[in-house]
């Protein structure tokens, strides 16, 4: 493995999952509970996974259309992608080595009529699960991996090609902060092409995004991190993605202003995705480099800056918003 | 089991699964293979799995503004239900007993630094799904389930309630059929009260839907249907269901016109959610009854329609679909 085996478009995952304490009065739960009480999320009985209301989604909608607005002036091609991948995408973009406790796979019953006498007991006693087997599915880790393997073997213009990705993510880490849920959006701003020009996007959205977070009034900067790579080894790859600054943060309070929560992350792949799927820039291999906006994210740290009552947002975020 | 324990909202089962054959040259695949060299559907190498064009998207949006326009009167209350469950859900719904072969589970990794090196081995052989556990997390078999468990336990007001659901949905059934995918979106609008008024709104929204969709321009007609029950037991709940018309589906043509296709379902759920769920109205149990459009299936229908150059649509489709 290399430095370069890390998270794509990432969310927000560089910040570590903060541990509600009884010493600063568990705000991550306090907040969750102001938003279940306003209706905005709805409890499913597990952490991290929520319904949502349409009060909710006109915000995510409001931060889309923001992030679209940005994005037209690289006339990118856009797609929406759904949860929903082929099992061996998180082989090829290294996830089950470096993330295997975040990610996904899908099983479902295969075994026809024979089995199904054993299944139905099963069900009685809450043990169905057993008699599934994997189809080969599998859940997205980050909105642009669905994007690498439309390009697999393609010759990439010198120019470099622009994307603009609708996706879901999902990441099994069931948590008390609302901002930390299993299934996401994020909104991602792609670039494949020459390195040096790969960097320039990165950089080009960092400053991007800091100016749209600014004008939605949030407090917010941008800060170096790094992926929760797994287990011992996983530590000296998150050493090194911090040393290059491969990826950037941009983080805003939400539950806790000392612990303010990574809402955008913008990241360098260098050769990642080019070596994993053959992405040819003339006799070199692309690069590639991603911007990533939390959409869940950032409207949780709009409803903790300016309330749970939107009459009373000031009227440039509206503005901003397109409300 | 009863003559109950059927699909709520479901899309599109009622059909069965289409089997291309040389006979009639393969109309499935031949409409699946013009959608990609059009770009509006993008392969993934998994049947049934496809990444969509904004140029999908913008139709699937027109629906969604159509569809909401007609639920407006009702004044509903709206959510927005991610793709993943808990587990749970697909017992009390009865879908593990009654569509096993359709369910999606989740699985991850839990084993810690102890079997990571055994989970690497596996990643080079391809068998590391073999390494991961239950999680405990399922995807939602059809768009309105995520709803009974948020009024579990409660009173229903004798008027009812309403909702209007954008929801997602996974279905194992891997197929060439463009209009067969794993993974869709269902619009719903659901009714919870008494039985003769959820009995009434499933008939009020058949002919909403029929109103709809030749506004539409689309040729369509409203069918008995069946969900499709597990194995041979299985047979005998659909029988029942058709006998009851429990469940209508609006069919009209995408890949033929001989066997045309399910876009939206109407069904009457009887006291199937209100007992699982423990909904009370009053001294009884509630009913419920829902309304569920196939955005992806409805899409296709017009693409079927009216042809893949959106310039030529005929302006009154293009009107109601807020274009």
Redesign the interface.
């Given at each position: 493995m290399t430095t370069l085996e890390h998270a794509g478009a990432a969310p927000p995952t560089g910040v570590p999952a903060p541990a509600p304490t009884a010493e600063h009065g568990d705000p991550y739960r306090a907040f969750r509970d102001e938003l279940f009480a306003a209706g905005l999320l709805?409890p499913?009985?597990?952490d991290g996974?929520?319904?949502?209301?349409?009060a909710?989604?006109s915000i995510v909608r409001g931060i889309d259309a923001a992030v679209s607005k940005m994005a037209a002036v690289e006339a990118p091609t856009?797609?929406?992608?759904?949860?929903?991948?082929?099992?061996g995408l998180l082989?090829r973009t290294d996830y089950?080595?470096s993330f295997?406790?975040?990610?996904?796979?899908?099983?479902?019953?295969?075994k026809?009529?024979a089995g199904?006498g054993d299944?139905?007991a099963a069900?009685e006693e809450?043990s169905?699960?057993?008699h599934?087997e994997?189809?080969?599915?599998g859940?997205c880790s980050a909105a642009c991996h669905?994007l690498y393997?439309?390009l697999a073997g393609s010759e990439i213009p010198p120019a470099g090609r622009r994307f603009e990705i609708?996706g879901?993510v999902?990441r099994?880490e069931p948590s008390v902060d609302p901002a930390r849920q299993?299934?996401f959006r994020q909104h991602e701003v792609v670039f494949v092409g020459a390195p040096a020009d790969a960097a320039a996007h990165r950089d080009a959205w960092v400053e991007r995004g800091l100016s749209l977070h600014r004008r939605l009034g949030l407090v917010v900067e941008a800060v170096v991190a790094n992926d929760p790579f797994?287990?011992?080894g996983g530590r000296i790859l998150a050493a090194n993605q911090r040393a290059e600054a491969l990826k950037i943060e941009l983080v805003a309070p939400i539950c806790s202003a000392d612990q303010p929560t990574a809402i955008t992350s913008a990241n360098c792949h260098l050769d990642h995705f080019g070596t994993a799927f053959g992405l040819r820039l003339g006799d070199e291999v692309a690069h590639s480099a991603c911007v990533g906006f939390g959409l869940e994210r950032i409207a949780l740290a709009l409803l903790a800056a300016h309330g749970l009552e939107f009459s009373s947002w000031p009227a440039s975020v509206r503005q901003e918003l397109g409300w």
């Open positions: 709805v499913t009985g597990v996974l929520y319904l949502r209301s349409e909710f989604e856009v797609y929406h992608f759904p949860l929903v991948v082929p099992a082989e089950v080595r295997p406790d975040l990610i996904g796979v899908l099983d479902s019953y295969a026809g009529e199904y299944l139905l069900a809450g169905w699960p057993q599934l994997h189809t080969g599915l859940l669905p393997p439309t609708f879901q999902f099994h299993q299934v797994f287990g011992r």
